[in-house]
Each structure stands twice: as C-alpha cells, then as structure tokens.
C-alpha cells in the first residue's frame, strides 16, 4: 500500500494539523518527516484543543501509530514536554510514537546562535527554535544525532567539539555561557528518557507498508518556506514540499501515492519576507481577527492576504497535487466582497507565475478579480457543497480554476465535525 502525503501549499498555518487530525481516522501510522517545533499544528474536537509541535497530530487517534522521522530536527526538551502534556490529557503516547534513530538533536547552542543570528543584518523572522542552525549542521556533518544522545562519553566530545567550533565563529564570549560538561549532562538524561522510543524507522515503515498499512505522511510549513522552491532568504531550512517526505522517512518515491494540498482561503504568513497580496489596511486587519491568525508556536501576530492563485498553482506543481483541502472558508462571511489574486503584473507585463527571486517578488503587483461574499451567512455548520451559500460555491469555483486544483474536502470551522466532503 502506497503513502500519502498531506502538504502545506502557501506560508505555513494552512490547517495540516485539522486535516491530517480528520483523516488519520482511517490511517494506521501518521509521520513527521522535516521542520521540528517550529511547526505548531492545532487541532479541535469534543471542546478540547491540543497544539502539536514534533508529534503527528495522529497521536489523537487512539488507533494511530506515529513516528518522528530522520528528517525532523528534534527539540528532545520540547519533546519531552509535549508527550507529558498528552500523558495529562489521557492520551497515551508511550508505545505508541517512534523517533528514527538518525533524526538530529537540537542543542541549546543552535537555539542561540538562531538569536544571535535574528539580531544580525539579516533577519528573517525565525521561530527561534535553532532549526536554521541544527539543519546546518547535519549538513556540515557536525550534528548530534538521536542514538548518539545513548552514549556520554561520544556525546560528550561531539558537543565539546561544536562548542569549539562555534566560538571560533560567533566568538568565545558569546557561547561563553554553554558548558558542554552540562549539556551532555542533560542531554543524555533526555536520551535515557526517550531510549525506548527510539527505533530504525526506515525499516519499519518500508515493512509496514508491505503489510498493508496506511500510512500518512504529515508536512510542516508550506511551500513558499521550502529551502529550494520558497522565497529564500525568508524560508526554512528543510524541503518542506512532497518530496522532503522520502528524504525525511525513507519511503521511495515510487512509494508515494496520493498528494494533498492544504489551501487556506486566502493567506498568511509569519516572520519576514515578500508577500504579494499582503492587505496592509483594514481588510488585513479584519481577516487577522476573524480568522484568529495568531502564531500556534510563538503567538505572533500573523501577517494576513488575499488567496494566490499564482502562488498556489505553483505550489501544486512542485509537490504534484491536483487534489487538495480548502480550509477557514468561514472567515470570509466577515466580507462583503472578495478580492481573488488571478495574476500578477511585473514591470508593467503580465505573469502567471510565481517568481523566484526576491528582487521580482518585490515588484510584483497583484491582478485581482473580485466575488461577491456572503457577508454574515454562517457557514460553520453547513454539511455539503450544495448547502453552502451561492457565491461561496462560486467564490470555490473560482479558486479551483485559477490554482488548476479540485477541493475534495471543504472545512468550515477548527472542529472535526466542521469539514464538507466531496
Ligand atoms: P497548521 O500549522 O497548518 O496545522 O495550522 P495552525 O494550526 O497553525 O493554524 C490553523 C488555525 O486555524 C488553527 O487554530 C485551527 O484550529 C484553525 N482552523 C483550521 N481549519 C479551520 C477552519 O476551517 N475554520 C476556522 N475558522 N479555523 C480553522
Ligand atoms: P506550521 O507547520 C508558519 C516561518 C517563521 C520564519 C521562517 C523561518 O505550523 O505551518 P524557522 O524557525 O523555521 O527558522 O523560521 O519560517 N515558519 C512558519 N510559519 N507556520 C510554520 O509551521 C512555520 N515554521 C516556520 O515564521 O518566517
Ligand atoms: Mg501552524
């Protein structure tokens, strides 16, 4: 049985977590494969709300076996804090979650050089989780990984060896603070902590797959973070996009089947960074409040848009979805009309494209087609398509023409129950 990928498709924040939450019901694994606590994936039933940062938002399905793939960077810390909050809520995680052997540890000199390097000239607006640094060094071959946290003595030189390093670039008075002695120290108490949930992760999903299982394989971020594809400098440090997922697990890409896009009805993004239909007035505004869009990790304002169609065909090119899930629909009844980007205008011509580079992006002016909405209709508990008001659907059609996508799933609300099937 072949797996499925579900992504982000714009700046993150889309609704992965509610998504994947709604699905995992009829999966038997669900994985984490690249990004680590940066990510924050909300997810709402029976009037509890639980925020993921490193497990898989399938640990909420009892029937759920999770794993931490090689590709995540892991806060073990952060780790540890999540699956003691789970414990509290009942929700059994011993036994249950498995972390790949190979995945790289975050070390508490990776979150400071995140600082030192957000206060530096260029700033990108990172979560400040030390995600940039752990990334690179896994790949400048310096990086501490999973097993390695078993073994004092190896962990131990590996951290005194970093430590070095670092102060010879960042300078001795700035690591002067770290004590590799400490680190170690901790670090394999976490170990010890997490031993039995260690495992060659690889393996089991390649042998579970040939038993049949499906498996559903959970993105972070979007893709206009992706390291290759996204708007560098101002992205993350992992291919956040379908592909990451072999990479980050060990499934072959003959592997994959299905890809779904996660689209929110219009857009947002956290941190720096160019943003084409970015509404810096009162309709940013009033999209920020009714749709709540507020960091799930760090409790930043997020930055709030018209929908991208450039941006989302894009995106479903370079993950290879055709089918996808459109998520807060819902916050749209605030609106009486809806501006839909279709294009963009660059030095006068216009693109349908969505440009790489940063000084292109800058320019870009935004072409619109405007809808009427369906101010003040509640949405929140219609059942299908056809219940949806008029100019919602056509509002749908619209998205789905433009972004070259069907919606097979419709959501209209944070909870379980909100979400239109089709
Ligand atoms: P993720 O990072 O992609 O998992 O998304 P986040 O959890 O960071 O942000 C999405 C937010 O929107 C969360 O607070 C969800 O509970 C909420 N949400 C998801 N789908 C819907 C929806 O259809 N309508 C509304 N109003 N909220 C939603
Ligand atoms: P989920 O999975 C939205 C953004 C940060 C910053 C940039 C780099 O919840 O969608 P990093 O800490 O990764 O080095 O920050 O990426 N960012 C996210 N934005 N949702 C996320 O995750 C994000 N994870 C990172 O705001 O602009
Ligand atoms: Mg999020």
């Not at 036994?95 to 995140?114: C, E, Q, V």
């Not at 770290?178 to 901790?186: K, L, W």
């Not at 072999?246 to 009805?265: D, E, F, R, S």
């Not at 440009?355 to 949405?379: C, H, M, N, R």
Request: net charge neutral; proline share 3%; hydrophobic share 35%.
């Amino acid at each position: 049985m072949k797996a499925e990928v579900i992504v982000g498709s714009q700046w993150g924040d889309e609704g992965k977590g509610k998504i994947v939450d709604v699905l995992s019901e009829s999966f038997d694994i669900v994985v984490r494969y690249q990004g680590g606590a940066n990510a924050g994936h909300t997810v709402e039933f029976e009037n509890k709300k639980f925020v993921l940062h490193l497990i898989p938002s399938g640990i909420l399905r009892s029937g759920c076996q999770c794993i931490i793939g090689n590709g995540v960077v892991l806060d073990p810390r952060a780790l540890l804090d999540e699956i003691k909050f789970l414990e509290e809520s009942d929700i059994q995680v011993k036994g249950r979650l498995f972390i790949s052997s190979n995945t790289h540890i975050i070390m508490p000199y990776h979150k400071l050089i995140d600082s030192l390097q957000e206060g530096g000239k260029l700033k990108i607006g990172s979560t400040g989780r030390g995600i940039g640094p752990c990334y690179t060094d896994k790949a400048s071959r310096r990086g501490i990984r999973m097993h390695d946290l078993l073994t004092k003595d190896i962990l131990l030189e590996k951290i005194k060896f970093n430590i070095e390093e670092k102060k010879m670039f960042f300078g001795h008075e700035q690591l002067s603070g770290i004590s590799a002695e400490d680190i170690a120290g901790f670090f394999h108490e976490y170990g010890l902590l997490l031993k039995d949930y260690i495992m060659d992760t690889a393996y089991f999903l390649n042998e579970s797959m040939s038993r049949n299982k499906k498996i559903l394989l959970e993105g972070a971020q979007g893709a206009a973070l992706d390291i290759d594809f996204g708007t560098y400098p101002y992205v993350t440090s992992s291919n956040t996009i379908s592909g990451g997922a072999t990479c980050g697990t060990g499934i072959a890409p003959v592997n994959i089947g299905k890809v779904l896009g996660i689209v929110k009805a219009y857009t947002t993004r956290v941190g720096e960074g160019p943003f084409p239909t970015e509404q810096l007035n009162e309709d940013g505004q009033l999209l920020q409040k009714a749709g709540f869009e507020f960091g799930a990790t760090t409790g930043r304002p997020r930055r709030c848009g018209w929908y991208d169609a450039n941006l989302v065909r894009y995106s479903a090119m370079i993950n290879g979805f055709k089918i996808a899930a459109l998520t807060k629909l819902d916050v749209l009844s605030a609106f009486d009309k809806i501006p839909l980007c279709v294009a963009y205008k660059l030095n006068g011509e216009q693109i349908n494209r969505f440009p790489a580079d940063l000084d292109s992006l800058g320019k870009l002016e935004p072409v619109y087609k405007v809808f009427q909405g369906w101010k003040d209709t509640d949405i929140t508990s219609c059942k299908s398509f056809s219940e949806l008001p008029l100019n919602a659907q056509k509002y749908i059609n619209a998205i789905e023409k433009y972004s070259k996508i069907k919606f097979s799933i419709i959501s209209v609300g944070p909870k379980r129950e909100q979400t239109i099937t089709r």
